[in-house]
DNA sequence: CTGAAAGCGCTTACAG
DNA sequence: CTGAAAGCGCTTACAG
């Protein structure tokens, strides 16, 4: 870097284009455009001329022109609900892991189940400023007639995690089968042989959540346990909302002997809550999660829970996207379930009688 | 929205430009662009025709073109260690909330720690992808030699939470004392009781880290307690590095009665370890963490930690930014200072004797 | 109030 | 192997 050499402080210049670089070495900005695009195709003299020219100048492409001129930005959008969901940071690390392998960079936009947001998202999916897009999140009724009214503009979509609503049938997708988890874990409940399992849920925005509840009131079902009314709890998907869930079903007249949570996030406010009732976990309410994200393990006592290979997920998902970026996609096989598995650790005792 | 009706599913044009708006509506491309722009500089009949176009032939700018042409791309980058830090999610609120009513997008990067990360991010900032940039990681080498070198390209760059390193002084940042914040909470554990006070840290890449460490030291130096070889551990900033370095914490021939973990991540590592070591906390070994994230509260028992105004800094941050890239900031003020507090919870008690 | 035209910085056939 | 030129889709003085 002997260039840092020559004071490049000293020289404030706005901006250099490819036009300067040509100037500068004596050649077309053809030559230098295609220095930088094709090496091969320039000879060598000529070659070495604008690479020292290049370093004299300091220039650097303009991103900006080149997307524009290419009609490709080498950035693919990933739309979640919260970066700070422990989960999806396993699922952004595989996604990170392929996007880089391939070229692109990623930008992340959150919808915080947020409206609003919703539409920016809508608004980008029409625009150019990705190549695809990863759908984490569930999509708002506006975000879904975007997607499907406007196809014809829109890029690539993959989506991730989340259960397909009818509308976005039609996009690929990489998810675990959700009902079959949540109905394994309710199964494992049952087995340790509680037959009170209150169920601590997201908001109803979310079809995945929606699944889950239908895995877990399947399990019930089977093994002909009732389910009172009030052992549902729907809350927010945070640490408040199930601290919330919880405290109403640590009072409910039937108390369950054991809660399942829609996530270990929710798993850990439910801790919470039992624990400040002066009660302990397993021995007076069972807690199962789901997720396993990377504080299950050091939860006290460690959460049993449904692990999602999140990681896996992120990969495939950018696999796909890549792959119908380029026009290679093959049709047919949209959709794609990967494993899950049911992860004991402590938190589940029998139930005292 | 009832040009849904109009099954738009059957037309799948690849591409309609602002030419295509202006041959249906009869007008110049002139003025199709104005009407987007500056709508009250177009008569109304006009106007409308424009309009009416624009929805039969479902136009949308080419935000890439548009992008290119202005000079200006509306989004913002964010640099941080890893979007998973429950405390950078906070930080990452009040970023996008100062963002959106700038009219900002947000592109989030991840260093993770990573060379190569850090190498992107150099050609990012010397690129026009964004418009300005949050930095709130510590740059690598490589990285603080691209500021420092092409500045004359660089965007403008607002530098939060991190403490900042020399070559890097001349950009505003925004954050709290951490040494200080280290030495009170350091200060309160001396006050309760303890004399001695393991210290466990993260990687020594980060500036943010020693300035915690040496306000921990100056604390222990002004009550004249000494520091063992051994107290001070240095981990991976995560739980398993914390997990470790809380083991050898335990272990050592003459046990701390208190540590201080260089953040909340961190001493949920630090809990889990001591408990397995069939110690408690408080009792056994007090807690203070940094950062207060939302799991603070929820930790069992409750954890005393330093409280960084996160929301705060992000919006502060970004503010500054948003300033600097209008052209507005006043030089002078580079350093802001926001306050920190101690939060006192349940995870300190005076030692056993 | 509107249009014709220049130009943003690149890439890429097309000639030579 | 290299250059002249067209053109990507916009915006914006400049005329009229």
């Given at each position: 870097m002997?260039e840092?050499?020559?004071?490049?402080?000293?020289s404030?210049?706005?901006e250099?284009?490819?036009?300067?670089?040509?100037?500068v070495?004596g050649?077309s900005i053809?030559?230098?455009?295609?220095?930088?695009?094709?090496?091969e195709s320039?000879?060598e003299?000529?070659?070495?001329k604008?690479t020292k020219?290049i370093v004299e100048?300091g220039y650097s492409p303009?991103?900006?022109a080149q997307?524009?001129?290419r009609g490709?930005?080498?950035?693919i959008?990933v739309?979640?609900?919260?970066?700070?969901d422990?989960?999806?940071?396993?699922v952004?690390?595989g996604?990170r892991t392929?996007?880089?392998?391939n070229?692109?960079?990623?930008?992340?936009n959150?919808t915080?189940?947020?409206t609003l947001?919703?539409d920016e998202?809508?608004?980008m999916?029409?625009s150019?400023?990705?190549?695809?897009m990863v759908?984490?999140a569930s999509?708002?009724p506006y975000?879904t007639?975007v997607?499907?009214?406007?196809?014809?503009?829109?890029?690539p979509i993959v989506v991730?995690?989340?259960t397909i609503?009818?509308?976005l049938?039609?996009f690929p997708?990489v998810?675990?089968?959700?009902?079959?988890a949540?109905?394994?874990?309710?199964?494992y409940?049952?087995?340790m042989g509680h037959k009170r399992v209150?169920f601590?849920?997201?908001?109803?925005?979310?079809l995945l959540?929606?699944?889950?509840?239908?895995g877990?009131?399947a399990?019930m079902?089977?093994?002909k346990?009732g389910?009172?009314?009030?052992?549902?709890?729907?809350?927010n998907?945070?640490?408040?909302?199930?601290?919330?869930?919880?405290r109403s079903l640590v009072?409910h007249?039937r108390?369950p002997?054991?809660?399942?949570?829609?996530?270990?996030?929710?798993?850990?406010?439910?801790?919470?809550?039992?624990?400040?009732?002066?009660?302990?976990?397993p021995e007076d309410?069972?807690v199962?999660g789901?997720?396993?994200t990377r504080y299950a393990e050091?939860?006290?006592p460690?959460l049993?829970t449904?692990?999602?290979?999140?990681?896996?997920?992120?990969?495939r998902?950018?696999?796909?996207l890549?792959?119908?970026?380029e026009?290679?996609s093959?049709p047919?096989d949209t959709?794609?379930?990967?494993?899950?598995q049911?992860?004991?650790?402590?938190?589940?005792?029998?139930?005292?009688?």
């Open positions: 002997d840092t050499a020559t004071k490049p402080e000293v404030i210049k706005p250099v284009s490819i036009k300067e670089v040509a100037r070495a050649v053809a030559t230098v455009s295609r220095c930088l695009n094709d090496p320039v000879r003299p000529t070659r070495d604008v020219a100048t303009n991103v900006l997307s524009f001129r490709k930005t080498n950035v959008m739309v979640l609900p919260s970066v700070g422990p989960f999806f940071t396993d952004l690390k996604i392929v996007a880089r392998a070229g692109y960079a990623i930008m992340i959150e915080q189940f947020n947001a919703a998202i809508g608004a999916m029409v150019r400023w990705a190549d695809g759908l984490l999509l708002s975000g007639e997607l499907s009214a406007r196809s014809h503009r829109a890029i991730g995690c989340e609503s009818p509308e049938a039609r997708s998810h675990i089968d959700n009902a079959a949540a109905r394994e874990a309710t199964d409940l049952i087995s209150g601590v849920s997201g908001e109803a925005t979310s959540t929606l699944d889950r509840e239908r877990y009131r399990a079902k089977a093994a346990l389910i009172e009314s009030g052992w549902v709890v729907q809350g998907m945070n640490i408040p909302g199930a601290i919330k869930a919880t009072n007249k108390r002997t054991a809660i399942f949570c829609a996530n270990d996030e929710m798993a850990m406010g439910a801790y919470h809550e039992i624990k400040s009732a002066g009660l302990k976990v309410i069972s199962v789901f997720d396993d050091v939860m006290d460690p049993t449904i692990r999602q290979p999140a990681e896996e997920i992120g990969e998902t950018l696999y796909r890549c792959k119908a970026i026009g290679k093959e047919g959709l794609e379930i990967v494993p899950h049911l992860i004991v650790r402590r938190s589940v005792a029998k139930p005292r009688r």
